[in-house]
């Protein structure tokens, strides 16, 4: 539910006729993700121990969350400081 919202969220923006590939492109990244994140952890499991794994990619999954978040937030300021520049 909380994906599909956020799917809809972001390509509520996109032009109608722009929909279908970003859909489309967004679907490929995302399996191509999933299966290496897949493979990844079971490797990791089995050489290093569960645990170790979890934490490995349960951190790094957060880790990427807050830096994508603070990236969107600088990508905010620094385009409404261009804007106020251009005026």
Do not use: N, P
Not at 6 to 15: R, S
Not at 22 to 49: E, H, P
């Amino acid at each position: 539910m909380v994906f599909a919202l956020a799917i809809y969220t972001i390509l509520k923006q996109f032009d109608e006729h722009l929909v279908c590939a970003a859909m489309a492109k967004s679907y490929r990244l995302q399996m191509v993700i999933t299966a290496l994140v897949s493979i990844g952890a079971g490797y990791c499991a089995q050489y290093f121990g569960v645990v170790t794994a979890l934490y490995l990619f349960s951190g790094t999954g957060f880790v990427l969350i807050i830096m994508l978040t603070l990236g969107g937030h600088w990508l905010k300021q620094r385009s409404a400081l261009l804007r106020a520049d251009q005026k």
